[in-house]
């Protein structure tokens, strides 16, 4: 079966950097869709950025310029980078894997979810 698992937030000042990791297993990582989404309390889950079977990147405005989703497909790890953090960033994230090769962009359409690690900017 299918588990991610993240790993990596914690509380950062406005300005700093946080790496966020996520662990895979249980699917054919190299050639599938992954992602990062956020959520805050009482919002609506976020899309951030994705990376699709072919390595091709998409990322949010509100992230662009910033942040980063690096991919290790020897050791099925994804990653985000986020850079010049914001207090607005403050969310739980979440990192999704869906069998699809192309970039997904809606939450219900991925499949796999991990558990969420919490990022605090203030």
């Known amino acids: 079966h299918v588990q991610l698992v993240e790993s990596g937030g914690g509380s950062a000042q406005p300005g700093k950097s946080l790496r966020l990791s996520c662990a895979t297993s249980g699917f054919t990582f190299s050639s599938n869709c992954v992602a990062w989404f956020r959520q805050a309390p009482g919002k609506e889950r976020e899309f951030i950025a994705n990376?699709?079977?072919?390595?091709?990147?998409t990322y949010a405005d509100s992230v662009k310029g910033r942040f980063t989703i690096p991919k290790d497909n020897a050791k099925s790890m994804l990653y985000l980078q986020m850079n010049n953090l914001k207090p607005e960033d403050t969310a739980m994230y979440y990192c999704a894997a869906d069998e699809e090769y192309g970039g997904l962009l809606l939450a219900y359409e991925y499949n796999y979810w991990g558990q969420g690690t919490q990022v605090t900017v203030s």
């Open positions: 990376i699709d079977g072919g390595g091709r990147t």
